[in-house]
């Protein structure tokens, strides 16, 4: 254990708040923390209140236990006195081509079902011909890059209209941002919700049950498309282990047709 001293106390002054929020946020006691980390509630404890200044080492090795996102593991250790680990790499540079080719890939094969890729604040950043199905008829200007996935769904001129559960599956977007807002100090972020959280909320067009009522195992998005009504629940893939903040910051979410109807009518489309 570091001994506390008033120099290291400033340093890490910034440090222990933030690791005693992810701590409190995890439901975990510094006994807890401590156990799992390796470490001892009482340089835990010194380390929260700023008398004793953490290592590089156990600042990542309590953001691990902690689960903590890559980017703000970031500023734990700036906070700490310590360089940032992870980087930042654009998507578009090469030294990511193998990731692009695989995103590419992956929501390619899963045609003719939408799929696409999202980044922290939901721009878009690839999408397969699913997804451009059933962007049919939404006006250009929302079109526009950079494309946002939750603009384009709560939009009153966006797919919104269309959405036969619209209170729901708006219900359930708004609530995965907030949860993500609890987690990620991002300004770009909390400004989407707010906007999005802001539109008005469109009645959606007359509910339609299917003939055969079908058994949903989980919140389907229910939207009209040339007639038809198409069910789908989503998946949200992440990455393991990432070590770049851009790469832990992708998202890959899958719409998987909820019934035979939705599947017959999108292989036609593709066929």
């Known amino acids: 254990m570091t001994p506390p001293s008033s120099g290291t106390a400033s340093t890490a002054q910034g440090a222990g708040p933030l690791l005693r929020v992810w701590r409190e946020r995890r439901r975990l006691s510094q006994l807890e923390l401590a156990l799992r980390a390796g470490s001892s509630a009482r340089h835990i404890s010194f380390v929260e209140t700023g008398r004793s200044r953490p290592s590089e080492e156990l600042v990542l090795r309590l953001a691990e236990h902690l ?3 890559v980017r703000e593991r970031n500023a734990l250790l700036l906070a700490a006195g310590y360089a940032p680990r992870y980087p930042q790499t654009p998507l578009d540079d090469p030294a990511l081509d193998a990731l692009r080719t695989g995103i590419e890939r992956l929501i390619q ?3 003719p079902y939408p799929a696409l ?3 922290a604040v939901y721009d878009v950043v690839a999408a397969n011909r699913g997804v451009h199905m059933l962007l049919d008829g939404v006006p250009e200007r929302l079109l526009a890059p950079p494309l946002n996935a939750m603009r384009l769904t709560l939009h009153p001129e966006g797919l919104a209209p269309r959405i036969r559960n619209l209170r729901e599956w708006r219900g359930h977007l708004l609530a995965q ?6 987690l990620h100090r991002s300004g770009p972020l909390r ?6 959280a802001a539109y008005p909320a469109p009645e959606a067009a007359p509910s339609e049950e299917p003939a055969e009522p079908v058994p949903y195992f989980a919140l389907p998005l229910r939207i009209e498309h040339g007639g038809h009504t198409l069910s789908f629940v989503s998946s949200i893939s992440t990455f393991n282990t990432p070590m770049d903040v851009t790469v832990a910051e992708l998202a ?3 719409l998987l047709p909820a019934d035979p109807a939705t599947v017959k009518y999108l292989q036609s489309l593709m066929a």
Do not use: C, H, I
Request: no cysteine.
């Open 252 to 254: 890959v979410e899958t």
């Open 117 to 119: 890729v999202v980044d």
């Open 67 to 69: 689960d903590v996102p």
């Open 177 to 182: 941002m907030e949860r993500q807002l609890a």
């Open 191 to 196: 400004a989407l919700y707010e906007e999005v």
């Open 109 to 111: 094969g899963y045609e």
